[in-house]
């Protein structure tokens, strides 16, 4: 169930799943290739030295498998695992355990981390779920970094006599571990789903920010904590990462469940007759991948997504179904009526104002041309509708040209129409736009 | 608090004295300052960003960690110095007499809390190797002492000022053992902020609260979620019913309805949730009713009347890719079964008919009896129950009737005014109403 609920926004699931060797992306591959390396790098050098402390390095592999088996899915179709991530950074980050003065190498850590990972990521692999080995890459890799930086200078007397450096240098390398994970996990997605790198790298950075402050934290504390409690503060310090996960998978939750909710609601327009079948979901996943082609950060990639599930719900208040459902082909004035009826039933919910004003503008031209002689004539233009608007009166258009079709030269034909428009119905930007989203699936065909 | 009693005046006075001379008479000689001030601005930051429990009455934060971290540090007068600083705190709402009670109430518990460290054996200030294990169990005591003290304060003025009008008082609601236990496990954090400051100093509240603070944070954002989530199913719902004069609001009443029911025997809080969307949903397949059906004030033939024994079946469809209980489904799905077995779409009978389409059956007809139709006028609620008693056993399941009656007679049914009909709503009446128990819908008879 867990699974289920965490999968949100922007895509469904039958996009994503993919099995662990199938790493279809190139940016996917280098990565675990890089890691990869690094591992068995690690590995043998370990292998070679022997095992340091290996009462100390089974309770940290431990509790990284345990964090790992603990995945965290979290808005937008992230897999997380924060306790393992934190597990993972402490034994990086240990100085003493008790009275004992602990002299893991880097390579250990990487070798504990990796084991633990793996083991931790065999329950996934045993009920069927993704092994996720891109998101385990990119954890491991930054451990890596951390532990090649810091394990020489764990040994330095400097470090280990002034707490206040030490306090410094380990809140520094926790922040860049953090940091390193968000724009990793950035040009993943960039890889992925073909958006812009510093539109994801700032989703990912305000998606990741509350739980990789609890994540550092936690690292930070058990590091330190080791030293007074020994290794009982692992115990003790993963409790509070434990209700804080808790917690999030209940937000993640209650998302998954808010956008399954519109998206089954949305269908009632369907069975009521008065659009085709399948046509708000179409739409919305257009609209939604012109939207990321544009450059649309992810909350507002949201709204688009609830505003073109629900944009023809104001149908539902005519009194007969129009023909067929397609809205393009009634009169501006019907059109109007159902946008504003419709973004009326949206603004009852009071919680998405936004959604509302992008469902009652959304049959706007995009250069009113009387108005525009107007403006010569010295009277102020009227604002362009939203973004989101336009988006969704192209992807309606295109939608209501083509339907269900995949045949590639109706979409061409459709694309071409649309932009005939673009004088003054449709935003060029957004055609284009459009066009290059349609290009690809019909690539993909 | 509105009007307070002398009972609950005199309650408040005597806490807020009581914690004055406790306090005023020291001793403040050896008082290690520094942990005082530091650990009193912590308890300002969190509780200005102190979660409400209900609205304007209660909040929670979890300052009772840096509360109990003082009572290891600085001892019972330093600790209730702390305690006092929740005053400070930049919560808008409260009254000046909330605060006052509120500072006062956390300064006793805390000294209190202090007293008893000090009585187990507990030794004031930086623990250090050798303080292990021996200070946990005074510690354990001092903490016990600080959540019971304060939760049994509280419990007291909440019981003084409760409503006059008898209602289950909220004591029960606010200070739930979980809460206890909660607030029990973050006390316990206060041990280790103490243990970890020899380690790292003032840093230690800090790197100990964060983890809570995000926690606090998500369970906000859960909240906020799940309010809009409830708004946009109530809108979406609405938007189904704007179809049909008569029936608007029957979806928000009817999952009132069942879950005045489901409260009434007994049902665990998420079953309580899930029926209550389940109530809320239960209509929409009538949407793929064709509107001239509703309509019609004549006869229905066999297939219009196929048709709309169809509309749980076509519910169904819309809502299962929702992710919630399997149970609302069943419950959507099989609203119109009857205990006789002669409802629809399956005619199921008695036990195979899921328990939350039982429930959902009486609130169902009980709304429908209630409400004005174009046929007939609103029943009177008395009225209405003699007919859900008449129909117990054939239609409905008797114990969610008699559950239903009981719970009606103790909170009441909201009535809603009679329509006023505008003249362009009046062609979309519902001419008979597949809910009405008292008026069946009247089928052609076959040939």
Same mark, same amino acid.
């Given at each position: 169930?867990?699974?289920?609920?965490?999968?949100?926004?922007?895509?469904?699931?039958?996009?994503?799943?993919?099995?662990?060797?199938?790493?279809?992306?190139?940016?996917?591959?280098?990565?675990?290739?890089?890691?990869?390396?690094?591992?068995?790098?690690?590995?043998?050098?370990?292998?070679?030295?022997?095992?340091?402390?290996?009462?100390?390095?089974?309770?940290?592999?431990?509790?990284?498998?345990?964090?790992?088996?603990?995945?965290?899915?979290?808005?937008?179709?992230?897999?997380?695992?924060?306790?393992?991530?934190?597990?993972?950074?402490?034994?990086?980050?240990?100085?003493?355990?008790?009275?004992?003065?602990?002299?893991?190498?880097?390579?250990?850590?990487?070798?504990?981390?990796?084991?633990?990972?793996?083991?931790?990521?065999?329950?996934?692999?045993?009920?069927?779920?993704?092994?996720?080995?891109?998101?385990?890459?990119?954890?491991?890799?930054?451990?890596?970094?951390?532990?090649?930086?810091?394990?020489?200078?764990?040994?330095?007397?400097?470090?280990?006599?002034?707490?206040?450096? =030490?306090?410094?240098?380990?809140? =520094?390398?926790?922040?860049?571990?953090?940091?390193?994970?968000?724009?990793?996990?950035?040009?993943?997605? /960039?890889?992925?789903?073909?958006?812009?790198?510093? /539109?994801?790298?700032?989703?990912?950075?305000?998606?990741?920010?509350?739980?990789?402050?609890?994540?550092?934290?936690?690292?930070?504390?058990?590091?330190?904590?080791?030293?007074?409690?020994?290794?009982?503060?692992?115990?003790?310090?993963?409790?509070?990462?434990?209700?804080?996960?808790?917690?999030?998978?209940?937000?993640?939750?209650?998302?998954?469940?808010?956008?399954?909710?519109?998206?089954?609601?949305?269908?009632?327009?369907?069975?009521?007759?008065?659009?085709?079948?399948?046509?708000?979901?179409?739409?919305?996943?257009?609209?939604?991948?012109?939207?990321?082609?544009?450059?649309?950060?992810?909350?507002?990639?949201?709204?688009?997504?609830?505003?073109?599930?629900?944009?023809?719900?104001?149908?539902?208040?005519?009194?007969?179904?129009?023909?067929?459902?397609?809205?393009?082909?009634?009169?501006?004035?019907?059109?109007?009526?159902?946008?504003?009826?419709?973004?009326?039933?949206?603004?009852?919910?009071?919680?998405?104002?936004?959604?509302?004003?992008?469902?009652?503008?959304?049959?706007?031209?995009?250069?009113?041309?009387?108005?525009?002689?107007?403006?010569?004539?010295?009277?102020?233009?009227?604002?362009?509708?939203?973004?989101?608007?336009?988006?969704?009166?192209?992807?309606?258009?295109?939608?209501?040209?083509?339907?269900?079709?995949?045949?590639?030269?109706?979409?061409?034909?459709?694309?071409?129409?649309?932009?005939?428009?673009?004088?003054?119905?449709?935003?060029?930007?957004?055609?284009?736009?459009?066009?290059? /989203?349609?290009?690809?699936?019909?690539?993909?065909? | 608090?509105?009007?307070?009693?002398?009972?609950?005046?005199?309650?408040?006075?005597?806490?807020?004295? %009581?914690?004055?001379?406790?306090?005023?008479?020291?001793?403040?000689?050896?008082?290690?300052?520094?942990?005082?001030?530091?650990?009193?601005?912590?308890?300002?930051? %969190?509780?200005? $960003?102190?979660?409400?429990?209900?609205?304007?009455?209660?909040?929670?934060?979890?300052?009772?960690?840096?509360?109990?971290?003082?009572?290891?540090?600085?001892?019972?007068?330093?600790?209730?110095?702390?305690?006092?600083?929740?005053?400070? @705190?930049?919560? $808008?709402?409260?009254?000046?007499?909330?605060?006052?009670?509120?500072? *006062?109430?956390?300064?006793?518990?805390?000294?209190?809390?202090?007293?008893?460290?000090?009585?187990?054996?507990?030794?004031?200030?930086?623990?250090?190797?050798?303080?292990?294990?021996?200070?946990?169990?005074?510690?354990? @005591?001092?903490?016990?002492?600080?959540?019971?003290?304060?939760? @049994?304060?509280?419990?007291?003025?909440?019981?003084?000022?409760?409503?006059?009008?008898?209602?289950?008082?909220?004591?029960?609601?606010?200070?739930?053992?979980?809460?206890?236990?909660?607030?029990?496990?973050?006390?316990?954090?206060?041990?280790?902020?103490?243990?970890?400051?020899?380690?790292?100093?003032?840093?230690?509240?800090?790197?100990?609260?964060?983890?809570?603070?995000?926690? $606090?944070?998500?369970?906000?954002?859960?909240?906020?979620?799940?309010?809009?989530?409830?708004?946009?199913?109530?809108?979406?719902?609405?938007?189904?019913?704007?179809?049909?004069?008569?029936?608007?609001?029957?979806?928000?009443?009817?999952?009132?309805?069942?879950?005045?029911?489901?409260?009434?025997?007994?049902?665990?809080?998420?079953?309580?949730?899930?029926?209550?969307?389940?109530?809320?949903?239960?209509?929409?397949?009538?949407?793929?009713?064709?509107?001239?059906?509703?309509?019609?004030?004549?006869?229905?033939?066999?297939?219009?009347?196929?048709?709309?024994?169809?509309?749980?079946?076509?519910?169904?469809?819309?809502?299962?890719?929702?992710?919630?209980?399997?149970?609302?489904?069943?419950?959507?799905?099989?609203?119109?079964?009857?205990?006789?077995?002669?409802?629809?779409?399956?005619?199921?009978?008695?036990?195979?008919?899921?328990?939350?389409?039982?429930?959902?059956?009486?609130?169902?007809?009980?709304? %429908?009896?209630?409400?004005?139709?174009?046929?007939?006028?609103?029943?009177?609620?008395?009225?209405?129950?003699?007919?859900?008693?008449?129909?117990?056993?054939?239609?409905?399941?008797? *114990?969610?009737?008699?559950?239903?009656?009981?719970?009606?007679?103790?909170?009441?049914?909201?009535?809603?005014?009679?329509?006023?009909?505008?003249?362009?709503?009046?062609?979309?009446?519902?001419?008979?109403?597949?809910?009405?128990?008292?008026?069946?819908?009247?089928?052609?008879?076959?040939?």
């Amino acid at each position: 169930m867990s699974d289920l609920a965490g999968r949100t926004p922007a895509h469904s699931s039958r996009e994503m799943r993919r099995y662990p060797w199938q790493v279809r992306d190139s940016g996917q591959l280098l990565l675990v290739v890089a890691a990869g390396v690094w591992l068995v790098a690690a590995v043998a050098q370990t292998a070679a030295e022997g095992l340091q402390d290996p009462r100390i390095a089974i309770a940290f592999g431990a509790l990284i498998a345990f964090g790992e088996v603990l995945r965290l899915n979290l808005p937008g179709d992230r897999e997380t695992a924060p306790i393992g991530f934190a597990g993972a950074l402490a034994y990086a980050l240990l100085i003493n355990v008790g009275t004992k003065f602990v002299q893991h190498s880097a390579e250990q850590v990487v070798t504990v981390a990796a084991i633990g990972m793996i083991i931790g990521a065999l329950p996934h692999l045993a009920v069927g779920r993704p092994a996720r080995v891109s998101g385990m890459a990119v954890r491991l890799l930054c451990v890596a970094c951390v532990a090649y930086i810091f394990r020489p200078l764990a040994s330095n007397s400097a470090v280990e006599r002034h707490w206040g450096l =030490a306090v410094t240098l380990m809140t =520094a390398l926790t922040v860049l571990a953090l940091l390193l994970e968000a724009v990793l996990t950035a040009l993943l997605r /960039v890889d992925e789903q073909r958006a812009r790198f510093r /539109v994801a790298l700032v989703d990912e950075m305000r998606v990741q920010l509350p739980l990789g402050a609890a994540v550092g934290a936690s690292a930070l504390l058990i590091a330190f904590a080791a030293e007074v409690m020994g290794l009982a503060a692992l115990a003790v310090f993963t409790a509070p990462l434990l209700v804080t996960q808790v917690a999030f998978r209940r937000y993640a939750g209650i998302r998954a469940t808010y956008l399954q909710t519109v998206r089954a609601l949305a269908k009632v327009t369907e069975i009521g007759g008065y659009v085709e079948a399948g046509h708000s979901e179409r739409v919305s996943r257009l609209a939604v991948a012109i939207g990321r082609e544009l450059g649309i950060h992810e909350p507002q990639l949201l709204e688009l997504e609830y505003a073109a599930l629900m944009h023809d719900i104001g149908q539902l208040s005519l009194h007969d179904p129009i023909p067929g459902g397609a809205t393009v082909l009634v009169s501006r004035q019907d059109q109007q009526r159902i946008a504003e009826l419709g973004a009326d039933v949206i603004q009852q919910a009071q919680v998405l104002g936004s959604v509302a004003e992008i469902v009652r503008r959304q049959n706007e031209p995009y250069r009113d041309t009387d108005h525009a002689a107007h403006g010569r004539a010295g009277l102020a233009e009227p604002s362009r509708p939203p973004l989101s608007s336009r988006i969704i009166k192209a992807a309606n258009a295109f939608d209501d040209l083509v339907g269900s079709s995949l045949d590639p030269g109706r979409a061409a034909a459709a694309v071409q129409r649309l932009r005939l428009d673009t004088a003054s119905e449709y935003d060029p930007a957004t055609v284009e736009a459009l066009s290059r /989203v349609v290009n690809r699936r019909s690539v993909l065909l | 608090m509105g009007k307070l009693s002398r009972v609950a005046l005199l309650y408040i006075g005597a806490v807020v004295v %009581s914690a004055v001379v406790l306090v005023a008479r020291g001793p403040f000689t050896g008082l290690r300052w520094q942990y005082v001030v530091f650990l009193g601005i912590l308890v300002i930051v %969190s509780e200005s $960003r102190a979660t409400q429990l209900r609205k304007g009455q209660l909040t929670w934060s979890p300052s009772s960690a840096a509360m109990l971290a003082s009572v290891v540090l600085a001892g019972p007068v330093g600790a209730a110095i702390v305690g006092a600083c929740t005053a400070l @705190g930049l919560l $808008r709402g409260p009254s000046i007499l909330q605060r006052v009670f509120n500072t *006062a109430m956390y300064a006793l518990s805390a000294y209190l809390a202090g007293r008893a460290f000090l009585a187990l054996g507990g030794q004031v200030g930086l623990p250090d190797e050798q303080s292990f294990p021996g200070i946990i169990a005074p510690f354990a @005591g001092a903490a016990l002492v600080l959540v019971v003290a304060n939760h @049994g304060l509280l419990s007291g003025v909440l019981w003084l000022t409760r409503p006059p009008d008898g209602t289950p008082s909220g004591v029960g609601v606010g200070l739930s053992g979980r809460l206890l236990l909660s607030d029990l496990g973050y006390a316990a954090y206060g041990l280790l902020i103490a243990a970890l400051w020899s380690v790292v100093g003032f840093f230690a509240p800090l790197l100990v609260l964060i983890p809570l603070f995000v926690a $606090r944070w998500a369970v906000a954002q859960f909240a906020e979620q799940q309010k809009a989530y409830e708004a946009t199913v109530g809108a979406l719902c609405q938007a189904v019913e704007t179809k049909d004069f008569y029936t608007r609001g029957h979806s928000d009443r009817v999952s009132r309805g069942s879950v005045m029911i489901a409260r009434e025997i007994g049902m665990r809080g998420e079953r309580v949730e899930a029926i209550r969307y389940a109530g809320m949903l239960h209509d929409v397949g009538k949407l793929g009713v064709p509107t001239k059906v509703l309509q019609k004030t004549g006869k229905l033939t066999e297939e219009e009347y196929a048709a709309i024994q169809l509309h749980p079946m076509r519910g169904l469809d819309i809502v299962r890719e929702i992710g919630f209980l399997d149970e609302a489904l069943a419950g959507i799905m099989h609203h119109h079964e009857r205990i006789d077995g002669r409802g629809y779409p399956m005619g199921l009978a008695g036990d195979e008919i899921p328990e939350f389409a039982r429930v959902l059956a009486v609130a169902d007809a009980f709304d %429908s009896m209630t409400s004005t139709r174009s046929y007939r006028g609103a029943r009177p609620v008395a009225e209405a129950i003699e007919e859900l008693r008449k129909w117990s056993g054939t239609q409905f399941d008797p *114990a969610f009737v008699d559950a239903f009656v009981a719970a009606l007679k103790r909170e009441g049914w909201l009535r809603r005014e009679a329509p006023v009909i505008a003249a362009e709503d009046l062609a979309t009446v519902t001419a008979q109403d597949h809910d009405d128990p008292g008026a069946p819908l009247r089928v052609i008879d076959s040939l």
